[in-house]
């Protein structure tokens, strides 16, 4: 190429380009070199060195080394201009010779590419800036270039396994994933690269270091890594949410199977009551043997009534229990004087199986700290389940024994055992009506989730043991021994003060038959009873009839029995009335509220027949 030809090249071409001679005097220069530059005049013959007197020395070394044939070149050079501006340049310095190889000059030639350095830039700080967030994530983000990761964070490093980043660091996606998933891996990855959108999360198996498998859900979208286009892999553990979700699952169905067996249970004893009520109906009790009927009948019913009262109040125990609204009342207390009433308690289904009962406590008194009434419950439920599941004639043992700082109390019985499967869960909620019990006798789980959680809030423990069907099985109860050695109470149950009642009671509840049910059992037991169906009435009753007990019931609409017991204090009448609340709630806070309104006792229904009489035990004034 001829020289004339080399500078109309230089001014003709797209690129920043200059040619100079020996002395660095211009002899071409084009459009883009001055535009670049911003000549504003004719630079042609004129030195580079005058056009630009700010020259550095280091581009004059550059200079003079292409002038004695070196060829020079950089990429991403910063140049600084006068004005404070700062460029980025890749450029060129090499001689150009005449056809003899004699050097004639130099060619430089430079391209900007400050744009570029700045999208490098904003693009490596936002691979800081990603690096950052996602070190933070508790979910696992990795980066998928060209088909291997090129980034994982903490938490990725954490659900697969690894030691550190670098053992996930050029894997492939399908050395990581079950090769089940390897298909969607294949079609996400086409998703992402080709039509550059996110996938929907979806859930995928994934295989550890250790060679365990995880469940994870699994989002993808595009992004650019290192300047190229990358998949940024989002990935979540669903281990927990599984377990939750399972968990909900078998809830409801425990609560489906509960409701049935509630019903099941609830039917039961329904059911001889109805067909007990409609022989009455067509008995002639005119006659000896319809009378003889009639109370061949009242047995039955007095149990299965008991039957009845009995799961309301094993319910309400487990929801009193479960919301933490139970308090202990707690003494000092002999526990073979609690193990003697829980017996006493349990006489009636040891005797109905005719179970041979052994009872050994020895001779050493262990004292315990604890409820009276709570503890009595604990071995009563022990003693019933023993009865329960236990073939008629069968043998039940307690029996007490310390154990270095606890009292040890075992149940055990030559019954129909438990199974190694069912073992584990027999103090849980439900169990009964959630797991199978070979020959069940009945029930609704409640009763050893009762005992697990009372004896816990004595500071014990209790242990189910079997060695299986058939086998009968074990229940042992540690309670702490007390640690003061004052003597120890004769067990007895919290009773309200004695109450004496008249003979003229009035009875109040809007429930119909509810009332007249009670006033028909008062007027039996000898009483003159009134009844009143709503607050208002039942003021009126107070003034007129001057009862000396009231049955007020608490959940009547309009006036409550609250507001009905505090109208009826401000009556001249009603001051020296005795207040007995009604009600089908039985909790503490209740009976804070009916001792608050006016209430002398709180009762829960149905009222028992032994508390009835002694409310009505013989007063003292004959009025």
């Keep these: 190429m001829s020289d004339l030809q080399l500078q109309l090249f230089i001014e003709h071409s797209p690129a920043a380009m200059a040619m100079f001679d020996r002395n660095m005097r211009y002899l071409a220069a084009s459009r883009r070199w001055l535009s670049d530059h911003r000549f504003d005049e004719p630079v042609l013959g004129r030195s580079h060195y005058d056009v630009l007197p700010d020259m550095p020395e280091r581009w004059k070394d550059v200079h003079r080394r292409a002038l004695a044939g ?12 006068a004005d404070g501006t700062v460029l980025w340049l890749d450029w060129e310095a090499r001689p150009w010779k005449n056809p003899e190889g004699e050097i004639r000059g130099i060619v430089i030639s ?22 950052t967030l996602t070190e ?33 660091v050029g894997l492939s996606p399908f050395d990581i994933v079950a090769p089940e998933f390897h298909e969607r891996v294949r079609t996400r990855t086409r998703i992402v690269i080709e039509e550059k959108r996110e996938t929907e999360p979806k859930e995928a198996l994934w295989r550890r270091f250790d ?59 329904l059911a001889p009551i109805r067909n007990a009520v409609y022989v009455l109906k067509k008995t002639d009790v005119g006659n000896p043997e319809g009378r003889e009927r009639a109370r061949s009948l009242l047995p ?26 139970i308090q202990l009342r707690k003494q000092h207390l002999d526990l073979s004087s609690v193990i003697h009433q829980a017996i006493e308690t349990s006489y009636p289904l040891l005797q109905a199986g005719e179970h041979e009962t052994n009872v050994s406590l020895g001779d050493e008194r262990l004292v315990v700290e604890g409820d009276p009434v709570r503890l009595t419950q604990v071995f009563a439920n022990l003693l019933n389940n023993a009865a329960k599941y236990t073939s008629p004639q069968g043998r039940i043992e307690i029996s007490m024994a310390r154990d270095g700082g606890e009292a040890v109390v075992s149940v055990r019985d030559n019954g129909i055992g438990i199974s190694d499967e069912i073992l584990p869960w027999i103090f849980d909620l439900f169990t009964q009506s959630s797991r199978a019990v070979p020959h069940t ?28 069907p058939g086998h009968g099985s074990e229940f042992l109860v540690r309670l702490p021994l007390a640690v003061a050695t004052a003597p120890a109470k004769a067990l007895e149950e919290a009773a309200a003060p004695s109450i004496r009642a008249s003979r003229r009671i009035l009875v109040v509840d809007n429930e119909k038959d509810v009332a007249d049910g009670l006033a028909m059992l008062l007027q039996v037991m000898g009483a003159n009873v009134r009844v009143a169906y709503d607050g208002a009435s039942a003021l009126a009753a107070v003034a007129d009839f001057k009862p000396h007990l009231a ?23 009603g001051g020296g009335v005795v207040l007995i609340a009604l009600s ?32 009505l035990a013989p007063a003292t004034d004959d009025a």
């Design 70 to 81: 070196e060829v020079i070149a950089k990429a991403g050079d910063r140049f600084d201009r």
């Design 584 to 615: 089908g709630w039985g909790q503490d806070d209740d009976r804070q509220r009916a001792q608050e309104a006016g209430f002398d006792r709180h009762c829960v229904k149905p009222i028992k027949f032994t508390v009835l009489e002694e409310l």
């Design 551 to 573: 049955f007020v019931d608490i959940g009547m609409p309009g006036m409550d029995g609250y507001e009905t017991a505090r109208r009826i204090r401000m009556l001249p009448e």
């Design 211 to 269: 060679g365990t498998s995880v469940e994870v859900e699994v989002a993808t979208r595009p992004m650019i890594w290192d300047g190229k286009p990358a998949i940024q892999v989002v990935a979540r553990d669903i281990t927990e949410r599984r377990q939750a979700e399972e968990a909900l699952r078998e809830a409801d169905r425990r609560k489906d199977e509960f409701l049935a067996t509630l019903a099941h249970e609830l039917r039961n004893p």
């Design 110 to 131: 430079m391209e900007d590419i400050t744009a570029r350095k700045r999208i490098e830039e904003a693009l490596r700080e936002s691979e800081e800036r990603f690096r």
């Design 136 to 168: 933070m994530s508790p979910d696992c983000i990795m980066v998928n270039l060209d088909g291997r990761y090129a980034y994982a964070n903490r938490a990725a490093i954490r659900l697969l396994g690894a030691q550190d980043a670098g053992d996930i």
């Design 441 to 468: 006798k009945g029930g609704m789980g409640v009763g050893l989730a009762l005992v697990r959680n009372l004896v816990e809030m004595h500071g014990g423990s209790v242990e189910g043991r079997s060695d299986g």
């Design 300 to 325: 039955m019913m007095e149990r299965q009534v008991d039957h009845l009262v009995r799961l309301v109040d094993d319910l309400l125990e487990v929801a009193r229990i479960t919301s933490g609204k």
